[in-house]
Structures are given as C-alpha cells and as structure tokens.
Nanobody
Framework: QVQLVESGGGLVQAGGSLRLSCAAS????????MGWFRQAPGKEQEFVAA????????NYADSVKGRFTISRDNAKNTVYLQMNSLQPEDTAVYYC???????????????????WGQGTQVTVSS
C-alpha cells in the first residue's frame, strides 16, 4: 500500500502561482511513477502531468504546458506541481497518483494508476 497526501492548494488570483506537494509513504517511492490529475465541478477528471520513477521524463497536458512543472524528490518521498500563471479555468480539485512501474514514462490515464490521494482544492479568481 502507498498512502498519498496532497497539500498546497488554496485561493489565488489569476496570474498567481501555487506549489502543490504530494507526500508518499508505505513503499519505496522511487519505484513509482507519479501523476497529477484534476477535476473541476461538472467535468471529468483530466490528466495534468506525469513524471517517471527516476524523474528523468515528464509529460504535460497541452493546457498546462509551459505554465506547470512536475518534479520529485525521492529522498523526501514527495512529488511537486509548480503552477504558474494560473487562470480561472485551472480551478479544480487536484489529485496525485502513484503507479509502480519500471517504464521510462509515467502513465497518462487515470485507470493506469494504483494509488490516489484525497485531493486538494485549487481556486483561481479572475
């Protein structure tokens, strides 16, 4: 079992920044690819970013590319999502997810992940 706890969400004005953290416990963190997903009210969950187990490869949704950065610190068992130039359409509950894998890239689809955090709310005001 892997337990994931997100933090860092909040209310920010458009153009502002937030950094989300996801702390993992329970298994060897460096064996897991990590992903961030989000879900806005009335919308389906969508992929935001993923990072490989090594941290060497990352993927981003087109909607956040150039604004968001995913990173990880395996020594701290934590994955981060730095969000810059936030817009109201970024408002959502953000979830981190973990998948045990030796693949070179982190998965992009929710059903490929094994473990999920409880989510953290990000609200961007215009």
């Amino acid at each position: 079992q892997v337990q994931l706890v997100e933090s860092g969400g909040g209310l920010v004005q458009a153009g502002g920044s937030l950094r989300l953290s996801c702390a993992a416990s329970g298994r060897t963190f460096s064996n897991y690819a990590m992903g961030w997903f989000r879900q806005a009210p009335g919308k389906e969950q969508e992929f935001v970013a993923a990072i490989s187990w090594s941290g060497g490869n990352t993927n981003y949704a087109d909607s956040v590319k150039g604004r968001f950065t995913i990173s990880r610190d395996n020594a701290k068992n934590t994955v981060y999502l730095q969000m810059n130039s936030l817009q109201p359409e970024d408002t959502a509950v953000y979830y981190c997810a973990a998948k045990w894998t030796t693949a070179a890239w982190g998965p992009l689809r929710p059903h490929e992940y094994d473990y999920w955090g409880q989510g953290t709310q990000v609200t961007v005001s215009s």
